[in-house]
């Protein structure tokens, strides 16, 4: 008797971006290549990407009638299950387009609910998401209504809601007001649990996600924190116990951040990012192999400063220094330079040569200059402590 496979479908998408007076081609074309991964981070498999160049999105479908019958084209021939938006679409946008296209239709923002929505394990991340899910589904609820219905699973019908037939606005609205009771608690036991941590020295690693923080973690720390090359693959923020010669620390791993985070996530994470809010020195861990590296930096500070952590003591590093790729230039080639055109020689010297910027180039997976870093996290601890507990000084 043939054994019958109970692995699910992976869901087909096609992936859209509009190329605007805000964003260049090139950028575009990165920005689809994140969310291709972040599709397949959520399981589904990325068969095609479209862009159009537009001056103002489309108040009724975002992107062009011409655009959008090429692509209802290609969901027909191809048997596409799942067709996602690099941008937020309205609720009327995205009612429009599931008509005319015949199959669901996310936006970014509910593809990375949907990626938070698997990642949660435990009953703090779960709530988290749970009360971010909920937000993003109040004023789209008529949209959502025949989703429920058909009853089917599927990347963005995870979560709150989906067997639930009768959900309505005030179940809805009362489920958020209990989920904020939740998280008010919440809130107050991870106080209590920062202020029992002692006086000890707080550092927090902070970055976009997937830049190596849980690696990072792992090699300081000597523990295993879950870390795979996957977006956001942690959610929970784990702490440990450091000691560096003679001198120990707390070291805390946050969920990593990305372009266009949705406000509810940011909103109901707040208790996991008082713990960036509360530390004292911050590694800002940098993917310098990636081509928009110095984005992603300018991401990650606007972040801090959204959530008033700007003003911290903070280093960067720069990690997988082994994954950097130098393209040299021919010599009669008279376009200007980009970062992959410079040796990683010379782009370590042009940061350090920024003013105000603490900068250390490691590679964490092939364990390079990880002693440098433990040095230089050492030395600006041990000055901390000093400062703040001058009596603690035989520690030295």
């Known amino acids: ?32 290549d994140e969310l291709e991964f972040l599709t397949d ?46 941008d937020e679409l309205s609720p009327s946008q ?8 015949e199959c669901r239709v996310l936006d970014r ?50 979560g709150p809601g989906e067997t639930e037939i009768e959900t309505d606005r005030r179940i809805i609205r009362d489920r958020i007001s209990k989920l904020k009771e939740q998280m008010a608690k919440i809130d107050k036991q991870m106080v209590t649990q920062r202020k029992n941590r002692g006086k000890l020295i707080r550092v927090a690693l902070v970055g976009y996600t997937n830049v190596g923080k849980s690696t990072i973690m ?15 693959a942690t959610l929970d923020t784990t702490v440990r116990k450091v000691v560096i010669g003679n001198l120990p620390f707390l070291l ?35 993917d310098i192999s990636h081509s928009g590296f110095e984005e992603q930096i300018g991401i990650v500070n606007q972040t801090l400063h959204e959530i008033g952590a ?7 590093v720069f990690n997988k220094i082994d994954a950097y790729r130098f393209i040299p230039r021919d010599e009669d080639d008279l376009t200007p330079p980009d970062k992959n055109n410079i040796p990683l020689e010379a782009l370590q010297k042009s940061w350090m040569a920024k003013s105000n910027v603490n900068c250390i180039f490691i590679s964490a997976k092939e364990r390079q200059n990880i002693e440098g870093l433990r040095g230089m996290l050492y030395e600006k601890v041990r000055e901390i402590h000093i400062t703040r507990y001058p009596y603690d000084n035989f520690l030295y």
Not at 24 to 31: F, L, N
Not at 94 to 100: A, I, M, P, S, Y
Not at 310 to 316: A, E, L, P, R, V
Request: cysteine-free; glycine content about 6%; proline content about 3%.
């Open 218 to 232: 792992n090699l300081l720390s000597k523990s295993d924190v879950f870390a795979e090359n996957k977006l956001f």
């Open 41 to 86: 981070t959520a399981g589904a498999i990325p068969i095609r990407k479209f862009t159009q160049k537009v001056d103002i999105p489309n108040p009724r479908t975002y992107i062009g009638s011409g655009k959008l019958t090429e692509i209802q084209q290609f969901v027909i021939i191809h048997d596409i299950d799942l067709v996602i938006f690099d």
């Open 94 to 101: 995205l009612r429009n387009l599931e008509r005319e296209l």
């Open 252 to 286: 805390s791993d946050t969920v990593g951040f990305i372009r266009k985070l949705p406000h509810s996530l940011v909103e109901s994470f707040k208790s996991t990012l008082d713990e960036v809010r509360e530390s004292d020195i911050l590694l800002h861990i940098v």
């Open 109 to 158: 923002t509910n593809l990375i609910l949907d990626i938070f929505a698997g990642r949660a394990k435990t009953a703090h991340a779960k709530t988290q998401v749970e009360l971010a899910q909920y937000q993003y589904l109040l004023p789209r609820l008529t949209r959502m209504w025949t989703h429920l219905e058909r009853q089917r699973g599927g990347i963005g019908l995870r």
């Open 1 to 32: 008797m043939t054994g019958i496979s109970t692995e699910k479908k992976r869901e087909r998408a096609i992936l859209v971006g509009v190329i605007s007076h805000e964003n260049t081609e090139e950028q575009v074309q990165d920005y689809l």
């Open 310 to 316: 700007s003003n911290k003591i903070t280093y960067i």
